[in-house]
């Protein structure tokens, strides 16, 4: 368990995946994620299988009633160059704007940088999803570009931007 001031965050479990799967069906929760098939659980299953065994890890986002509000995760874990990249959701939308994802984010990059010993943290963000980018640069991310068309979704390309913070930059 990795506490938080307002989450606490354990792994994600196999029982925790029909909410998961609820939420990746809500259009207002996928609106900027950067890949959101619909799935069901059977297409759920086998991505939490896909992840196990790797260094990704999942994380459920347990608020301070111990209910899980959302999920995230890093992946592409790369020892050498001491780096991975940091995803988050927050399902619930009587979670927004409460302050579960500023603190998430701040209790991985407390947990990436002090306890696993990274020096990057990175990530990409849909550029209309100005509520993350302003998380994430509350907690020490800098703009470092735009990928510009570089997909599409809803019938129509869209920019991203990618974001990390070292950890000489960031301020706990």
Known sequence: MIEGELVRLRALERSDLPAVVRWMNDPEVTKYLLSAPLYGLE???QWYNDHRGSDDRLLAMLDERGEMVGYCGITRLEWEERRCNLWLIIGERNAWNHGYGTDTVRTMLRYLFEEVNLHRVYLTVD????????VYERCGFRREGVGRSARFKNGR???DVTMAVLREEWNP
Do not use: Q, S, V
């Open 43 to 45: 297409e759920m299953e």
């Open 127 to 134: 550029e209309e999803n100005r509520r993350a980018i302003g």
């Open 157 to 159: 390309y869209r920019n």
